[in-house]
């Protein structure tokens, strides 16, 4: 039989539901050294702080020990001290009441929550206690939900006023997941988090969890993730394990890591092995100090500075100790004075606190020279485990990685939580064993830096089988690459095997062995060194001679014509040859073409010269450029394919930097009619919007997809804002069919949302909570809805003669959908959802030719992914413009079904403007 919802249960729920869940049904824990210090402190709290509202209101103004009900309330108590409200489901105390002003069912005053606090500051844990308790008062007083409340903070008592906002909602949904969990027989699952290691249940939890392979057990992986895995059907380490696949780098290889790989993580727990990623290296020096600090997280200072030196082979070990606040500043200027006594130091650190303190302690110093040069040689450890090294830890905690390496501690629960403990029993009891623990246990740290340092210098230069300890190996993953994508041949016995074997190589036998048995073969060998123009021996299929009518010069008409064997050194030209293809019904083929420029005279002006048409003649023509942009955008073949393909096919050498020449030209041709394109989209009824990432060489960009059933058109744009639409479709009038991305939102047309990410979303929604009937409630119905509609569509098409024949069904739905009052999380997001896009959802039931998705745009985008693929961040923003213009009208073609890759490629492309 559940109990009822408690302050233990409230504030397990705000850590984590398996331990509120196990806290409602009576079920007792070991709790932890800091718990018990948690509950001692807030015990010892209460009496102090109620001893100052005493003298700050008056002894006839307070009340003590209440148990609240609305007529107790309504005696006009100024201050309640120690309210306890207890009903069916509840049993929660509150530390006081205060009343205020304000209407209430009590009448014209309310009551809002005290907290007491033991911290300093008010911490977002501690406004979402109060929260909780005023939502709870809330109800009380008929409704009336206190707008804030007041929290007494720390030893000494100071009040602070603070204000709910958003908080509120935040509290009734953790009142409400208390509730469930107390109607509930089945535990929820678990999930480890940092709360765990303060945990009455730690121990319980852990053990379930390595029984389980939970994914949680991986520090780094938080709950959105681990349902990302599920979905995939990944629920446990081991298959974890077995996604990794090692990725080379690309060319920009030099860009450092920064992400952790959570399967390559799993994998080293799997393998029990410590796996390198990329090359790390970590800054060393001749000496070496490894620092270690221990603080005191309520009042934030540090009492401890522990430091290893190592000058060569000495080491020396120093302890500096503060009694109190007070003494802060003498240790740190003792640990900056040791530090200065060395030439260029490297000092190491495992996490980010030690930086934040000696930064903190600058601004206080007055000697700033050199606590800069400690934060200059200052190495923070973990910034390299996080992203090069994968231990077959759980987390990548000093304790976990250190013991990996073989390091112990005299203390077996010593830990930083547990060093806040101890020193607290020191501060109380003033036992020299206390300090004893602590500076020992500070040292001890010490050396675990220095041992993992050790390590980390040592073992990207170890073998790939190292044993780094008795049990434990180290891997590079660049050997796991290596091993998936080699075949390992075995080594022969005899040198006169591996002397036959090297001679079987295909490229090998071509220029050593072949080369002799053939006649043909010679000649070509002997004629490779030779001097070789591209193309000039292909046969010439037509002989064009270029002419000129009248003197570019003077514009006269009296011009003669030059012997070609009496021409003037400045007007001496050769033969140009251009290239083409002629494509026919049934075939394909080469177009040499050589051009001959004849020589003028001009009578009038006297000058020499040859027809301006003759110079700027170029090379491959319109139908040649074509076919490469067919080939490269309809078949995603790479410039080097195309080049090779060129060769092979029609016998012609084009290098493969002249393709970008090709379609610089072909956009400079069309782009007349990609803006004629764009400008049919806008002025259509309706139009599709969809957008993308794509990462570039210097950075990133988005494309944006236009269209509609007889075009389409990219966009490139540097964000993802969608501010430039306002401007671009001001004009526009039809019917917007998108996503559910907030920035179509304020765009002045009829919006119709893309009901198929709807359904994926409901469908993701039902995979991640199965149980949940509430949600099935409403998905169940608006999947029948969204099904009656589809086959009127299969039947008559996008026709609002019919389609609107629905619009009762649909107002029937949101309805009944208004009308009710769900409870689970799910559940209510979904119902907000579909209400806040209510008038979006079925806008193509009132107008022909609306679609209820988004196709259009999506099978665009998907030309985008292709083509991301192919290149990846090996494309310039220029580069990737030009390509979308002419990716516009291949789509353009495609959706209007005309073959981009007819007989006639310009008449094709040519009729996408009309």
């Known amino acids: 039989m ?52 005493r003298r700050e209101y008056g002894q006839a103004e307070t009340v003590n020990d209440l148990n609240l009900s609305a007529a107790r309330l309504r005696k006009k108590a100024s201050f309640i001290l120690g309210a306890l409200l207890e009903d069916d489901r509840y049993a929660v105390h509150f530390d006081a009441l205060r009343k205020i002003d304000g209407p209430s069912a009590l009448g014209d005053f309310r009551y809002e929550p005290v907290l007491f606090c033991t911290a300093p500051r008010v911490r977002a844990l501690d406004r979402q206690q109060l929260a909780t308790r005023a939502v709870i008062l809330g109800r009380l007083q008929g409704g009336a939900l206190p707008s804030g409340g007041t929290v007494y903070l720390g030893r000494n008592g100071a009040r602070t006023n603070i204000r709910f906002g958003s908080a509120l909602a935040a509290a009734e949904t953790l009142l409400h997941d208390a509730e469930r969990l107390q109607r509930a027989d089945v535990p929820p699952k678990l999930l480890l988090n940092d709360h765990c290691q303060i945990c009455a249940f730690r121990d319980r939890c852990r053990d379930q969890a390595i029984r389980e392979d939970n994914l949680s057990l991986l520090r780094g992986i938080g709950e959105k993730t681990i349902k990302r895995y599920a979905r995939k059907g990944i629920l446990t380490l081991t298959q974890l394990a077995h996604t990794f696949r090692p990725r080379r780098r690309g060319k920009r290889a030099d860009t450092p890591l920064t992400r952790r790989d959570h399967a390559l993580h799993a994998l080293a727990i799997r393998d029990r092995t410590i796996y390198v990623l990329g090359a790390p290296t970590i800054p060393e020096a001749r000496v070496r100090i490894y620092v270690d600090m221990e603080g005191d997280p309520e009042v934030g ?54 930086r934040t303190v000696i930064a903190r302690m600058r601004r206080r110093a007055r000697r700033k020279k050199p606590v800069d040069a400690i934060l200059a040689a200052l190495t923070n450890v973990l910034t390299i485990i996080y992203p090069h090294f994968y231990f077959p830890t759980y987390s990548n905690g000093l304790k976990e990685t250190a013991g990996c390496l073989g390091c112990h501690w005299t203390e077996q629960d010593a830990s930083g939580i547990e060093s806040v403990v101890w020193r607290k029993n020191w501060e109380k009891t003033g036992d020299p064993s206390w300090k004893a623990k602590l500076i020992q246990y500070n040292l001890e740290d010490c050396e675990a830096l220095r041992r993992v340092c050790t390590f980390l210098a040592e073992a990207p230069n170890s073998n790939a089988n190292g044993q780094s300890d008795e049990t434990l190996r180290v891997a590079s993953v660049a050997q796991l690459d290596k091993l998936a994508r080699t075949v390992t041949w075995s080594k022969f016995a005899h040198p006169d095997f591996e002397f036959v074997n090297k001679r079987a190589y295909f490229d090998y036998q071509q220029r050593h062995v072949f080369v002799r048995a053939k006649t043909r073969r010679k000649r070509q060998s002997r004629n490779t060194g030779r001097r070789h123009w591209q193309n000039r021996d292909l046969r010439v299929t037509h002989r064009v001679q270029i002419t000129a009518t009248r003197c570019p010069l003077c514009k006269s008409s009296d011009i003669i014509s030059l012997d070609p064997k009496r021409r003037p050194k400045s007007v001496q030209t050769r033969r140009k040859r251009a290239f083409d293809l002629v494509i026919t019904p049934g075939s394909i083929r080469r177009k040499v073409i050589e051009f001959r420029a004849i020589a003028y005279r001009c009578g009038c002006c006297k000058q020499c010269f040859t027809p301006e048409r003759y110079e700027r003649l170029t090379r491959y023509f319109h139908c040649f450029m074509s076919w490469f942009a067919y080939q490269h955008i309809t078949h995603r073949l790479g410039v080097r394919s195309l080049a090779a393909l060129f060769y092979e096919t029609f016998g012609i050498r084009v290098n493969w930097w002249e393709f970008n020449d090709f379609r610089h030209l072909l956009v400079r041709k069309y782009r007349k009619t990609y803006h004629k394109l764009l400008a049919q989209l806008i002025a259509g009824p309706v139009l599709h919007i969809d957008e993308t990432e794509v990462k570039l060489k210097d950075g990133k960009g988005y494309v944006w997809v236009f269209a509609n059933a007889s075009a389409t058109v990219y966009i490139f744009r540097h964000s993802r804002e969608g501010k430039f639409l306002h401007q671009m479709l001001k004009d526009f009038r039809g019917v917007l069919v998108s996503d559910f991305y907030s920035a179509y939102d304020g765009l002045p047309c009829l919006h119709q949302r893309c009901l198929i990410h709807l359904m994926r979303d409901m469908n993701r929604a039902i995979l991640d909570h199965p149980f949940d009937q509430e949600l099935q409630s409403i998905t169940t119905p608006f999947g029948a809805l969204l099904r009656a509609i589809v086959i009127t569509i299969d039947e008559y098409g996008l026709k609002r003669r019919y389609l609107q024949t629905h619009a009762k069904a649909v107002s029937a739905f949101f309805n009944a959908l208004t009308a009710r009052t769900f409870e689970s999380e799910e559940s209510k997001a979904l119902q907000e959802r579909l209400l806040r896009n209510r008038e979006r959802l079925f806008t193509f039931l009132q107008h022909d030719g609306a679609s209820w998705n988004n196709n259009l745009a999506e099978d665009a985008i998907r030309r985008i992914s292709n083509y991301r693929e192919d290149v990846g961040r090996s494309v310039k923003e220029a580069g990737l413009t030009e390509h979308l213009v002419l990716l516009s ?22 009729g996408v403007s009309a």
């Open 2 to 53: 559940p109990s009822r919802i408690t302050d233990d249960v409230i504030g397990a729920l705000q850590h984590c539901r398996l331990k509120a869940y196990f806290q409602l049904r009576g079920e007792q824990g070991t709790m932890s050294g800091y718990e018990k210090l948690l509950v001692e402190q807030r015990a010892n709290l209460g009496p102090a702080i109620i001893e100052k509202i």
């Open 301 to 354: 200072f540090i009492y401890l500075i522990g430091l290893v030196v190592c000058d060569g082979g000495r080491v020396e070990r120093y302890s500096f100790w503060a009694d109190d606040e007070k003494r802060e500043a003498e240790i740190f200027t003792r640990f900056v004075d040791i530090v200065g006594q060395y030439d260029a130091p490297r000092l190491y650190s495992y996490g980010n606190y030690e």
């Open 889 to 910: 009208l291949y789509q353009t073609c495609r959706v209007r079904d005309i073959r981009a890759g007819s007989a006639n490629l310009n008449r094709s492309v040519s």
